[in-house]
């Protein structure tokens, strides 16, 4: 298989490797090119004696370098792939060390599937339930202090909060972190974004995007409280998003949903001292929208990934919750997309009516993903950017990609996926012209890269 220049700079870490992947991306910088199926290899002169040794597969994507960097995938990585990406790489015998990655990576997965397959270790079961007790008691003291924090809050009047420092949010979000409630601190310190966009930079002022967050985070600490009165599911949807892991023993006991998943996006943020990377997909076959979620630090980099525009034929397992959206990869294989239609696209009003419904079973819902078939963008009645059809429209919070999606759409209809969080869509990708646009994940510059 081959990748795309587009799929390839997705999978760089940063926007420095990127622009440092494209600068190595020239086929005579580098020495021994070859290829052996989805494995392609070369060597490219750094600022060592010896060369560097740079192997790559295409189909996980994954790849080594003996480059000292500590970001995965390395230019160099970055480089070789998109020097194939250009012009394939023609085959060959693979050298004895690119023969050794191969046959250490097919003796990993024998390896990792062995594990899976034997027996569990002993639980200690007294220690896990001594840690379980320590933990509900610092997160139900966490809500306690929130609660009254955001009776504080309500009192003084929100007219107030606008004049407060930074540090006043982030001292209730670190009280959190400390009750070992980060879904909650993270709600936190989003709010002084809120507070400081100017007025009229999204579909809502200030005060209402703050009051609608406000409202969210309390209904969130009301639910923990009940937890008697939701389903299991909706219950185990409340914890996660106050910050509670899903243990590998509780997603292995969960049912796989096999299907072939449109990969329809990236997106990179950074929480703390982590780097969250998120990838959007879509069931072709059933239509599920699921959200894989991966955090990476610059010693431990994210694990690869399937790019924009592939389809990843297997399983994903979903997190308990209430609606299922967050999965994980199970068993499967990333390879080109079998269409480029936006599986599961309706029209505004349907997209609406789903929205509530997500609502109506998790109002603390910040943000929801929205596929939309045959839209056409422009300006609605009040000037703002919208995107819509003959039963409704959304507006578009993200002025600056709106440019370049109206130059890709040409005035057609167009598919398209984002994420609404009640009164705006952000875009994330977009069909158009049979072609699967995406914004890229790592870089600021107003700009679509052609995915599929």
């Not at 310190?189 to 930079?201: E, I, T, Y």
Request: hydrophobic fraction near 45%; charged fraction near 20%; glycine fraction near 10%.
């Amino acid at each position: 298989m081959s990748l795309t220049s587009a799929q390839i700079l997705d999978l760089a870490p940063d926007a420095s490797s990127r622009k440092a992947g494209q600068d190595q991306a020239k086929p005579a910088k580098w020495g021994g090119l070859g290829r052996a199926g989805d494995v392609v290899w070369g060597e490219i002169k750094g600022s060592g004696a010896n060369p560097y040794r740079t192997v790559a597969d295409l189909s996980g994507p994954s790849s080594k370098c003996t480059c000292p960097s500590r970001k995965f995938p390395c230019k160099h990585a970055l480089g070789l792939m998109l020097v194939d990406a250009a012009a394939p790489i023609p085959e060959a015998e693979p050298p004895d060390w690119v023969a050794a990655w191969i046959k250490g990576r097919e003796s990993r997965a024998v390896s990792a599937e062995a594990r899976a397959q034997a027996a569990p270790a002993p639980v200690d079961e007294k220690g896990q339930a001594k840690r379980r007790q320590a933990r509900e008691g610092k997160v139900s003291a966490a809500l306690d202090e929130l609660d009254l924090w955001l009776g504080d809050l309500m009192r003084r009047g929100l007219a107030t909060v606008r004049r407060e420092p930074y540090a006043f949010w982030d001292r209730m979000a670190g009280r959190l972190v400390d009750g070992q409630a980060p879904g909650l601190a993270r709600r936190v310190r989003a709010m002084p974004g809120l507070v400081a966009a100017p007025p009229g930079a999204g579909a809502a002022g200030p005060e209402a995007s703050l009051a609608l967050a406000l409202g969210r985070l309390s209904l969130l600490v009301r639910a923990a409280r009940r937890p008697d009165r939701l389903t299991p599911e909706q219950a185990a949807g409340v914890r996660a998003a106050i910050g509670y892991p899903v243990t590998a023993e509780e997603l292995a006991g969960r049912p796989g949903l096999v299907d072939e998943w449109a990969i329809l996006a990236h997106a990179v943020e950074d929480e703390d001292k982590l780097t969250a990377r998120t990838v959007w997909l879509a069931g072709r076959t059933s239509g599920a929208m699921a959200q894989v979620v991966d955090y990476g630090t610059s010693g431990s980099p994210l694990p690869p990934v399937p790019a924009a525009g592939q389809d990843f034929s297997g399983a994903l397992a979903f997190h308990p919750g209430d609606p299922p959206l967050r999965a994980v990869f199970r068993e499967g294989r990333a390879g080109p997309a079998r269409a480029c239609a936006l599986p599961g696209a309706t029209s505004v009003a349907a997209a609406l009516d789903g929205f509530a419904e997500a609502l109506a079973r998790a109002p603390w819902i910040d943000r929801w993903p929205v596929r939309l078939s045959g839209q056409r963008l422009g300006h609605g009645a009040d000037g703002a950017m919208a995107a819509g059809d003959a039963t409704g429209c959304f507006t578009l919070a993200d002025s600056a990609h709106f440019p370049p999606l109206m130059a890709v759409a040409a005035g057609g209809h167009v598919d398209l996926f984002g994420l609404y969080d009640g009164f705006a869509l952000t875009p994330l990708a977009m069909v158009a012209e049979g072609h699967l646009y995406a914004v890229p994940a790592q870089d600021a510059r107003p700009i679509l890269v052609r995915a599929a």
